[in-house]
């Protein structure tokens, strides 16, 4: 077990894996979840599994280009990301669409945007930049920090807010925090922060009446099982119904127009129910997998941006889906974000994947991981091409006896 933990490229094979796992288990949950839904509303089953497969293919090709990119396109990619994060939030307090108490979508025709999605990517990466300059430069001093990030951060919390997104709005809080923590930020300032945003999360929930009735719900969810714990109360029964192996794939009851947004906040019941207590501990065994191989990473690498880089992306990730089984088990208030790789929904996916292709391109970057690409030669991909008379450069080999020679496209 120690020999595998120690190859140069077990973090990159792991991230690969486990995101490859997540993937397949949320295509079938997403067909199996929104098949009533969509026959009933579309009229055909496959009709949101359809969109989500799209979604899905176009993200791969997005992992994909990511992950071979090299890292300063990344320290790049975060300025302008940024601006176009800011510009989508602003745009969508003014065009976007109110949903159940939130305002964070846009709608072009049959194309949804939630703009706050890319945001999460936008603010790692800048984050992660400003603060690698700042300790190249020798010039981390903590008063330093309120500009600009601590202002970036703010500006970009408060334009979620303004769109009611408290979940999303708690996420980049994850994502900041975990900027700060890998930095070496002192104790003090962590809770100066916490203090602000618990303070910035009451005025919020005392001031709007739909949040004030999720944590009434939270608390006692039976009690208000007829209004807003019916979501709550019909996710625990789906939880409770799977016992330990499940009804079994496709026999959900509840996702017959009993819980509300099955395919997409609650998936994770529709999982409980059909797969049992074991599909849902696979779960969570593949997201701690994940961010164990994220932190891996974070620290096996030295450069000072991907290891701030591949810690926000953890935080982000794994701490989305913390909040969202906790909100499906009421360990947690309910705040309407998706399971990452699982849930419905393309805004959410791409920008993820997108993530993940980053770090598998940072998991390149551990000690040895080049040399053992090297020595693994061509990919599948690269031999395909070959096959086909389009290969690359030609390779020199050496045969058993010794003798060089140079082999081509066949």
């Known amino acids: 077990m120690r020999e595998l933990l120690g190859r140069p490229l077990f973090s ?17 949950m997403v067909l199996s979840a929104s098949s009533i839904e969509a026959l009933q509303t579309r009229g055909s089953a496959f009709a949101l599994f359809g969109r989500q497969l799209i979604a899905m293919l176009l993200g791969l090709l997005l992992m994909w280009i990511c992950s071979r990119l090299p890292v300063r396109y990344f320290r790049l990619a975060g300025y302008p990301l940024m601006v176009l994060a800011v510009l989508g939030l602003v745009l969508v307090l003014f065009i976007g669409q109110s949903e159940l108490g939130a305002q964070r979508w846009i709608y072009i025709g049959e194309l949804t945007i939630q703009p706050s999605e890319p945001a999460k990517l936008a603010f790692a990466l800048w984050g992660a930049d400003l603060l690698a300059r700042r300790a190249r430069s020798g010039t981390m001093e903590w008063r330093h920090l309120f500009i600009p990030l601590i202002p970036g951060a703010v500006i970009l919390a408060l334009l979620v807010m303004l769109g009611s997104d408290l979940g999303t709005t708690l996420v980049l ?3 900041f925090l975990a900027l700060l923590w890998v930095v070496g930020a002192p104790l003090r300032l962590f809770g100066g922060i916490l203090a602000v945003a618990a303070l910035a999360a ?8 739909y949040r004030l009735g999720r944590v009434e719900a939270w608390l006692d969810p039976w009690k208000y099982a007829q209004s807003t714990g019916y979501q709550a109360v019909q996710g625990q029964i789906a939880m409770g119904s799977g016992g330990w192996f499940g009804l079994g794939l496709g026999s ?29 501990l696979v779960v969570v065994a593949l997201f701690g997998l994940l961010g164990y191989a994220g932190l891996r990473v974070a620290v096996r690498v030295k450069d000072a941006f991907v290891r701030l880089a591949a810690a926000a992306i953890v935080a982000w990730i794994v701490g989305q889906a913390i909040v969202n089984i906790g909100a499906v088990i009421g360990v947690v ?7 990452p790789l699982v849930s419905y929904g393309g805004s959410a996916l791409l920008p993820t994947l997108a993530a993940l292709g980053m770090l598998l391109s940072f998991a390149k970057q551990e000690p040895g991981a080049r040399e053992a690409l090297a020595a693994r ?4 991909a690269a031999r395909g091409l070959s096959w086909l008379g389009l290969g690359g ?10 003798r060089r020679y140079v082999k081509g496209p066949t």
Not at 252 to 278: C, N, T, V, Y
Not at 333 to 339: A, K, Q, R, V
Not at 393 to 402: F, K, Q, S, V, W
């Open 12 to 28: 990159y094979y792991l991230l690969a894996g486990v995101s490859a796992l997540l993937m397949a288990l949320g295509l079938m």
């Open 377 to 380: 030669g061509p990919g599948p």
């Open 202 to 209: 009451v005025v919020m929930i005392s001031t709007e009446g």
């Open 333 to 339: 208030p309910i705040t309407g974000i998706p399971l």
């Open 173 to 175: 809080m994850m994502i």
């Open 252 to 280: 959900s009851r509840q996702k017959w127009s009993w819980i509300p947004h099955a395919e997409s906040d609650f998936i994770f019941s529709i999982i409980g129910e059909e797969l049992g207590l074991m599909g849902t």
């Open 393 to 402: 450069p030609a390779r020199t080999r050496r045969p058993a006896n010794g």
